[in-house]
């Protein structure tokens, strides 16, 4: 969670804002601000963080009333913890003309195909990310009348999965015994971080 600090009332008050993220393991740092009329340039500026918080909802909240036209922006991004990170999307759930439910991903920053691979074989990643990725992005779909949710996912360039490192730490007897250390199962994976979202809903 983003707390002002480590106190007992500072940690209720980020969760009562809903201002928290989730990780698969690493301790990627992610921000997520969404607002009307944001600054394109914004992940340039020295003040990034005030001036998010000044001018845009932070994960957990919902967008301010929409204006006649135009739609919500959002300030987005990810500090690593020891690998580089591969790419931030957007994922927004909203509701169809008929009322179900849809989701669309948006590749909103970094390089799904940067290139950035693993050798199983001695879990050595070939890295080709970012150590922090940064943007503005705007909604090309959106709908004034349309309720919507947006939050953040950050992806890690690939690693070995556990079992991946496990199998590989035993002889090749020692694999035959075990079903993680078997042809078809998955040997990399990419860890990565999550929102909390920001909310739409039409006056």
Not at 61 to 85: C, E, K
Not at 107 to 116: I, T
Request: charged content about 20%.
């Amino acid at each position: 969670m983003w707390a002002i600090e480590n106190s007992r009332d500072a940690i209720f008050d980020a969760l009562t804002r809903r201002e928290v993220f989730g990780t698969s393991g690493p301790r990627i740092a992610p921000r997520f601000f969404g607002g009307w009329d944001l600054d394109p340039t914004a992940c340039e500026r020295v003040d990034r963080l005030q001036y998010a918080y000044d001018n845009a909802a932070p994960m957990g909240g919902d967008l301010s009333p929409a204006p006649a036209d135009g739609a919500p922006g959002f300030l987005l991004w990810a500090l690593a913890d020891q690998m580089p990170l591969q790419q931030l999307q957007i994922i927004k759930g909203y509701l169809d003309v008929n009322g179900e439910p849809q989701t669309a991903v948006y590749a909103v920053a970094g390089d799904p195909d940067n290139g950035a691979s693993v050798d199983t074989n001695t879990c050595q990643a070939i890295s080709a990310g970012e150590m922090e990725l940064c943007t503005v992005w705007t909604d090309p779909d959106f709908k004034t009348d349309q309720s919507a949710h947006y939050y953040v996912r950050v992806l890690e360039d690939p690693t070995c999965r556990w079992s991946t490192r496990d199998c590989n730490s035993l002889s090749p007897d020692q694999r035959e015994t075990l079903d993680g250390c078997q042809p078809g199962m998955p040997t990399v994976v990419q860890e990565r971080a999550f929102t909390s979202p920001i909310w739409y809903t039409p006056e």
